[in-house]
């Protein structure tokens, strides 16, 4: 086929979230426990997983025209690709990752500068000689193959590792002592790639909708009937993306009103809207929401 993006997915702990928003956005995508080429219901794109910490590589040198990765990993390997999107989610939720200087509770290091002569375990080991050498130290980076959080005190003094919540780095006995950098997900693409009319147009395709998918994550659609006679006090009560949507019924004194909303108001919204006059009110989930 003449016309066929090559995508990659991070494999590992972005996976299942990244399947997820696809799946809002409109593509399903299947895959078994040890494959890494999922099937997607587009003729005109093959998937590949890749782990997140590769990807850009392989999108610098060709293999993949497309694919989401972390901003911390692009840095890391010093690729030269295309930045098509920031996409604000994690494993966990919406919201960025960090990546944190840490050490034990009770040890002497409360900074940087005391990393002086000591030994970091990493695995994102060229940012954190950056880190170090832009604050004037001399310390041993040490790349982790994982289970950084156990290393210290006995295998490092104090390790440069990624968080959501901090639950993790605190169950070790850990304090985060420094922010080194935010991270968020990228939609990277080839710059050949880029290039490439088509293939261009089908990346920005998928991300308007990957984009839309995210929105829609901490919306949801309100609609009710509303007597004319109260159909200002409502209004007064919806906030909304635009305006709401307002429809008249068979019935010349009722409405109906529908709208988008942040979900995290509704529970407080809802009985304010009812004390305000409207009925048969419906909360319903959103796919996508397109500006």
Avoid: C
Wanted: proline share 5%.
């Amino acid at each position: 086929m003449s016309n066929l993006l090559k995508l990659g997915l991070p494999k590992g702990s972005l996976q299942e979230s990244t399947f997820h928003l696809f799946g809002k956005a409109g593509y399903k995508i299947s895959s078994t426990s040890r494959s890494y080429f999922p099937a997607i219901d587009d003729p005109e794109m093959k998937a590949m997983l890749i782990r997140a910490q590769e990807m850009s590589r392989y999108v610098e040198d060709g293999t993949l025209d497309v694919g989401m990765t972390g901003r911390d990993w692009v840095m890391e390997n010093g690729s030269k690709v295309q930045e098509v999107a920031e996409l604000i989610y994690a494993k966990a939720g919406l919201r960025p990752v960090r990546w944190v200087l840490a050490a034990p509770a009770n040890s002497a290091i409360k900074s940087v500068k005391d990393l002086e002569g000591k030994k970091i375990a990493t695995e994102l080991v060229n940012v954190s000689k950056e880190y170090l050498k832009k604050n004037g130290v001399n310390a041993q980076v040490e790349f982790s193959w994982g289970a950084t959080e156990a290393k210290p005190p006995e295998l490092a003094d104090a390790i440069i590792e990624v968080t959501e919540t901090g639950s993790s780095l605190r169950a070790n006995n850990l304090v985060i002592l420094e922010t080194l950098m935010e991270s968020n997900t990228l939609v990277i693409a080839n710059k050949a790639a880029w290039g490439d009319p088509w293939k261009k147009k089908k990346i920005e395709d998928m991300v308007l909708l990957l984009k839309g998918a995210l929105a829609a994550e901490e919306k949801v659609g309100l609609k009710m009937n509303v007597p004319r006679t109260k159909l200002d006090a409502v209004l007064k009560v919806l906030p909304s993306l635009n305006s709401p949507t307002v429809a008249d019924l068979q019935d010349k004194n009722w409405v109906d009103v529908d709208t988008v909303v942040d979900e995290k108001i509704v529970r407080t919204m809802i009985p304010k809207l009812k004390d305000a006059g409207a009925e048969g009110i419906v909360e319903y989930p959103l796919n996508k929401v397109i500006p």
